[in-house]
């Protein structure tokens, strides 16, 4: 099974206890990338593994054809002393060194290969986890844009503001009212209804006087004009 299978098995798992669960989906996305995170260094350490492995098969490698090399220097010194013995006894050690050699390459190409496929599975995984990082930042800025709105939405339909409203709208009636009796005011040179009514009363008193005098005058000069005319006569 490849790393991402086993990580996709993971993510699908606690997924779906969290779907049955109601969880947000922001909380999703923050637990697939921090399962990405966790494969992402499981996967450096194997790594780090098959590379220190390498280093070790290598040593062992350079060892023992340094041994072969050197059991062959020594089979070939050995013929030249004429002990077949030593040589056949070198050439075997020689052939042990040889086996080793090619189990040690054998063994080498295949931390090569795993460390090959660990980093390739590491190129793959920090792409999709920067693609996952990208795709969570929009979604929180979406989800937070989302949240804004229905706040928006809920204090526009709130009650409360309709009910602020409706006694704003009384107040700005009391003071339509409070401005329109000043306005009154103003009017009839600011009188009263009962002043204007008192001051005709008074209007027509001062006419009744005036008319009497008028009469008195009259009078006193119809009197004067019929004596002056006896005095003629």
Request: proline share 0%; no cysteine; hydrophobic share 45%.
């Given at each position: 099974?490849?790393?991402?299978?086993?990580?996709?098995?993971?993510?699908?798992?606690n997924?779906?206890?969290?779907?049955?669960?109601?969880?947000?989906?922001?909380?999703?996305?923050?637990?697939?990338?921090q399962?990405?995170?966790d494969?992402?260094?499981?996967?450096?350490?194997a790594?780090?593994?098959a590379?220190?492995?390498?280093?070790?098969?290598?040593?062992?490698?350079?060892?023992?054809?340094?041994?072969?090399?050197?059991?062959?220097?020594?089979?070939?010194?050995?013929?030249?002393?004429?002990?077949e013995?030593?040589?056949?006894?070198?050439?075997?050690?020689?052939?042990?060194?040889?086996?080793?050699?090619?189990?040690?390459?054998?063994?080498?190409?295949?931390?090569?290969?795993?460390?090959?496929?660990?980093?390739?599975?590491?190129?793959?995984?920090?792409?999709?986890?920067?693609?996952?990082?990208?795709?969570h930042?929009?979604?929180?800025?979406?989800?937070?844009?989302?949240?804004?709105?229905?706040?928006?939405?809920?204090?526009?339909?709130?009650?409360?503001?309709?009910?602020?409203?409706?006694?704003?709208?009384?107040?700005?009636?009391?003071?339509?009212e409070l401005?329109?009796?000043?306005?009154?005011?103003?009017?009839?040179?600011?009188?009263?209804?009962?002043?204007?009514?008192?001051?005709?009363?008074?209007?027509?008193?001062?006419?009744?006087?005036?008319?009497?005098?008028?009469?008195?005058?009259?009078?006193?000069?119809?009197?004067?004009?019929?004596?002056?005319?006896?005095?003629?006569?």
């Amino acid at each position: 099974m490849s790393i991402f299978s086993r990580m996709g098995d993971i993510i699908n798992s606690n997924i779906n206890a969290m779907l049955e669960q109601a969880e947000d989906p922001e909380k999703i996305a923050r637990l697939i990338i921090q399962e990405m995170e966790d494969t992402l260094i499981e996967v450096r350490t194997a790594a780090a593994r098959a590379i220190a492995d390498k280093k070790d098969v290598v040593r062992k490698l350079d060892r023992f054809k340094a041994a072969e090399a050197d059991w062959e220097a020594k089979a070939e010194l050995a013929i030249t002393k004429d002990r077949e013995d030593l040589a056949r006894g070198a050439l075997q050690a020689k052939a042990k060194a040889a086996q080793m050699v090619e189990a040690l390459e054998k063994e080498l190409a295949i931390v090569d290969e795993a460390i090959d496929k660990a980093e390739e599975d590491m190129g793959k995984l920090q792409t999709k986890l920067d693609e996952a990082k990208a795709k969570h930042k929009a979604l929180t800025a979406r989800r937070n844009s989302a949240k804004t709105r229905i706040r928006v939405r809920q204090t526009v339909s709130d009650h409360k503001i309709e009910d602020a409203l409706t006694r704003y709208a009384a107040v700005e009636r009391k003071v339509d009212e409070l401005e329109a009796m000043a306005e009154s005011f103003d009017l009839n040179g600011g009188k009263s209804l009962e002043g204007q009514f008192m001051d005709l009363e008074a209007e027509e008193a001062i006419e009744t006087e005036l008319a009497a005098l008028r009469e008195k005058i009259s009078g006193v000069k119809k009197a004067v004009k019929a004596a002056a005319s006896a005095s003629q006569d």
